[in-house]
């Protein structure tokens, strides 16, 4: 079975700096597809990043980038000129096939702080 | 935009009582789900379904039953409420493409307190 491990329960940045939030996973497949999600304190947890296995490139959303490391089974997210609105809880996903539909695996995320 | 919606942010209800949460999905999705997230735990799947009237369990589906007679409405069912299902309830869809590249699109969530 799949396992998807955040080992930073909480990381602090200051305003403007860069950040990189570590996850690593388990699996035995080959193609798969990885995530990152933002769950701000107004709750709704929203898409940051996804990233698939096959791809060698990074994926990149404006500040927001991703170091795919496969054959380690490393997925680490860097935040670029943080922002106080970048505080929230971050979680690493990973997307397995549940039998009947594609569902997620979370990590137990990492509660990120910015500081002015 | 997707929108899920919970029906309630805030809950309390009381050991032993039958607890429904409610959520309804507006974007057609066949795929609609119930986690629990715990400090510490992350999300855990409780229940999923793939259609109408579909359902499969989750990593943690004692305790609870769901129901989805209707495409954009999927229940979550407390039968007997206990204090150790206390927590944030949220749920999710995502449509039915194949392709595992679909992300997951979440509710605001339920925090439910049982006393």
């Known amino acids: 079975a799949q396992t998807v491990t955040q080992s930073q329960p909480e990381m602090s940045v200051q305003e403007a700096e860069t950040v990189t939030l570590s996850c690593t996973y388990d699996?035995?497949?080959?193609?798969?597809?990885l995530f990152w999600y933002k769950q701000p304190p107004s709750r709704q947890m929203i898409l940051v990043i996804r990233?698939?296995?096959?791809?060698?490139q990074n994926a990149t959303e404006n500040r927001f980038s991703v170091n795919f490391q496969k054959a380690a089974k490393s997925f680490s997210l860097k935040i670029s000129d943080s922002q106080l609105g970048d505080a929230a809880m971050y979680f690493c996903a990973y997307n397995t096939y549940g039998g009947a539909t594609n569902k997620l695996i979370f990590g137990t995320g990492t509660l990120l702080a910015v500081q002015p | 935009d997707v929108k899920v919606t919970q029906s309630s942010r805030y809950l309390v209800k009381r050991t032993g009582e039958k607890v429904f949460l409610e959520c309804v999905q507006d974007?057609?999705?066949?795929?609609m789900f119930w986690y629990r997230q715990d400090p510490g735990l992350g999300l855990r799947l409780i229940y999923f379904s793939y259609d109408v009237k579909m359902k499969e369990k989750g990593d943690i589906p004692e305790g609870y039953s769901v129901s989805r007679e209707k495409k954009e409405r999927f229940s979550l069912i407390l039968e007997s409420a206990s204090t150790n299902q206390t927590s944030m309830y949220l749920c999710?869809?995502?449509?039915?493409?194949?392709?595992?590249?679909?992300?997951?699109?979440f509710g605001d969530g339920t925090r439910l307190s049982i006393l």
């Open positions: 999710a869809s995502s449509p039915q493409t194949g392709f595992r590249n679909q992300p997951q699109h």
């Open positions: 974007m057609d999705h066949e795929n």
């Open positions: 990233q698939e296995a096959y791809k060698q």
């Open positions: 699996t035995s497949e080959s193609d798969y597809y």
